[in-house]
């Protein structure tokens, strides 16, 4: 059954990606509001699939902390899931930083080049930070939030890898404040697996974290303790030592 359910949504991603993108091209020149809106249905449109076909549901903990004003988000990163569902169950419009590469691949890159988002060349290295601090403030004058993943990559879960800095310097150069999330996508939607497994993925959204009159490296340090204890919540059996650690 599980082969079935993960052959039926890998054929409704098909089907689905490569008209919508064409419908995307159709609509470019409409304002970027209404291009969001309308590109950010397909993602909209995978989840519920995740959910009628796969059997992944989800739930928000956590939606009290959300402010109503400029933040820059850093979320945990295990699995693909997150990038769909942030798009469409968040308060305001995201702009993901992302290498810019990604706007070549064909049908899904048409979509994403088209929202504005923070594309960056990492081969220009230290110019490329200056580059996502410039783009980001823009897209936080817009009245949108900026996301990254501090891990760099889609971690498994139970995993973990040091933070990168790169959020929490955006965050703290602009002057506002990190909404941390963490979640468990990936015990049900692994990453780079074609099978899925049916679930209740949890995102929790953890209380601000400021950065006005702190260090990035205290900002950052704040931001992975407060993921990585959350995770530990969510999925307790992931980060139990073993018998040997435990004495």
């Not at 064409?22 to 397909?42: N, Q, V």
């Not at 899931?81 to 810019?100: G, N, S």
């Not at 979509?111 to 930070?129: E, T, V, Y």
């Not at 990254?148 to 498994?156: A, C, Q, S, Y």
Request: proline share 9%; with cysteine.
């Amino acid at each position: 059954m599980l082969y079935l359910r993960a052959f039926l949504f890998q054929l409704f991603l098909i089907i689905t990606v490569i008209p919508y993108a064409f419908a995307c091209i159709l609509w470019a020149p409409l304002p970027l509001r209404w291009r969001y809106k309308l590109t950010t249905g397909w993602p909209r449109m995978v989840i519920w699939a995740a959910k009628v076909i796969l059997g992944i549901r989800w739930q928000i903990i956590g939606k009290e902390h959300l402010p109503d004003g400029p933040a820059v988000i850093l979320s945990k990163h295990q699995s693909a899931w997150e990038t769909f569902f942030f798009t469409v169950h968040l308060p305001r419009d995201v702009c993901f930083v992302y290498k810019k590469e990604l706007n070549r691949i064909p049908f899904f890159g048409w979509g994403l080049a088209l929202l504005n988002m923070i594309p960056i060349d990492r081969s220009k290295g230290r110019d490329a930070f200056e580059q996502v601090v410039t783009t980001g403030q823009l897209r936080l004058n817009e009245g949108r939030w900026p996301l990254l993943f501090p891990e760099g990559t889609r971690v498994p879960p139970g995993k973990r890898v040091r933070y990168k800095h790169g959020g929490a310097a955006l965050a703290t150069q602009c002057q506002v404040p990190v909404i941390p999330i963490a979640h468990n996508a990936g015990e049900y939607w692994p990453k780079g697996k074609f099978l899925k497994k049916p679930g209740l993925i949890t995102v929790s959204i953890g209380p601000l974290i400021p950065t006005a009159g702190r260090t990035v490296n205290e900002v950052n340090q704040d931001v992975e303790h407060w993921i990585e204890s959350e995770m530990q919540r969510l999925n307790p059996e992931r980060y139990e030592l073993p018998a040997s650690q435990a004495r």
